[in-house]
């Protein structure tokens, strides 16, 4: 019988790649999604014959014991959450709400309806805000730098504490940045890229953005779902860094993507400091050691190749949209 998995946040960015990840694999999938006036589902539309969707909220207990019970799945991936740091600031309880007491719930649903449920959280390299350390490891002490960072810091040590509590297969994946593109527009990423093909095809003529010197450690969605899976296939429960071990600055990021069609960027960018947020994390840098050697997974593509596909895949869609 194929083994069934229960992903939340199924229409989002990785919930999307984890959804066609687990059927290449030969999985029975499951997504739980929210209630809204209008369904897109955009980035799961070609694969809704393949997939079962059932509605369910993080805020609502009840719905989601009732979706366990319903489903019954082998294995759980959480990625559902309110994942946009400048919205915590404007959103901070709702945010703790989503995104730390959300994970109790559904670690809640599981203790109740069968505690043999595999789980993995989806934590982030945002827990570390304030690097303590370079490159972060497993053991690098966290210090959040935004309410999003504060409560996935909750959410990992709630999976924690759950494992050691009731002895839940819980695991920790504590993702740096990957992107896509199939990442929303509003990430600094995709807004490059979006915007740069925009800018070459005449459909814009000018990319506002914030702090140009900030780092990070960007890697691509599509492989670290895989790092999830693997996570979930190992003999014991663990958490995991999940990383490039490279860093880049959002500068170098808007340079490699102008350049990709041929443009300066320079006449093109504005700084707004209203982009800025009230407490920035400067640089971010993980260490993948502990996944290379227990879980066998590291990345291959290159962050210029990562922007330039993301490039290449805005430019096919905005031209298609302007031929419209
Ligand atoms: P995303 O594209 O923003 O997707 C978030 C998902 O959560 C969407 O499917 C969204 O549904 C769902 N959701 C939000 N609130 C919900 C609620 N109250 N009830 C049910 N579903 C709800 O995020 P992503 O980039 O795929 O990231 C997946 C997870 O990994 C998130 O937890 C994120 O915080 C975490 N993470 C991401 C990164 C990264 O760089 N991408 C790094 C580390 C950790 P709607 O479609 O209805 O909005
Ligand atoms: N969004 C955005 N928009 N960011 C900008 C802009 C802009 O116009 N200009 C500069 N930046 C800088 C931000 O200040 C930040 O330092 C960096 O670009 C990356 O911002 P985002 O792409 O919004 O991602 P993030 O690092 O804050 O958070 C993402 O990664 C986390 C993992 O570390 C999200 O996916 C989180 O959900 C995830 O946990």
């Given amino acids: 019988m194929a083994p069934r998995a229960l992903i939340t946040g199924i229409t989002g960015q990785d919930g999307a790649y984890l959804a066609r990840f687990l059927l290449e694999k030969g999985y029975e999938v499951h ?7 209008t369904e897109t589902f955009e980035r799961i539309n070609d694969l809704r014959h393949r997939i079962t969707l059932h ?3 993080l805020l609502d207990q009840l719905s989601i014991i009732t ?24 959103q901070p309880l709702l945010t703790g709400e989503f995104t730390a007491l959300g994970v ?3 670690l809640e649903a599981v203790r109740l309806v069968d505690p043999s449920i595999r789980f993995y959280q989806a934590s982030s390299s945002e827990m570390f805000g304030k690097v303590q350390r370079e490159p972060q490891d497993e053991q690098t002490p966290f210090w959040p730098r935004s309410p999003y960072g504060a409560a996935k810091a909750y959410g990992h040590w709630i999976t924690v504490n759950y494992r050691e509590s009731y002895g839940i297969f819980a695991c920790s994946g504590i993702l740096f940045n990957h992107t896509s593109p199939l990442r929303g527009k509003e990430f600094v990423t995709r807004k490059v890229t979006d915007a740069v093909a925009r800018i070459k095809l005449g459909a814009q003529d000018k990319l506002v953005l914030g702090n140009l010197e900030a ?7 599509g492989e670290y779902v895989d790092a ?4 979930l296939q190992l003999d014991h429960p663990d958490d995991f860094v999940i990383a490039t071990g490279e860093k880049h600055s959002v500068r170098e990021l ?3 993507a102008f350049a990709h069609v041929g443009l300066d960027w320079r006449p093109y960018v504005t700084i707004d400091p209203e982009l800025f947020r009230p407490a920035e994390i400067n640089t971010l840098r993980g260490d993948a050691g502990k996944a290379r050697s227990q879980l066998g997974w590291q990345p291959t593509l290159s962050f210029a190749d990562l922007i330039h596909m993301m490039v290449d895949a805005d430019r096919e869609r905005v031209a298609r949209e302007l031929a419209e």
């Fill in 228 to 231: 999830m899976w693997r996570m």
């Fill in 215 to 221: 780092l990070r450690d960007w890697g691509f969605a």
């Fill in 55 to 57: 509605q369910a909220d």
């Fill in 67 to 90: 979706l366990l019970q319903n489903v019954r799945p082998r294995e759980v991936y959480n990625l559902a959450a309110q994942s946009f740091v400048p919205t915590s600031f404007l």
């Fill in 254 to 256: 808007v340079e490699l």
């Fill in 104 to 106: 109790t719930r559904v």
């Fill in 31 to 37: 997504g739980m999604v929210r209630r809204s006036s």
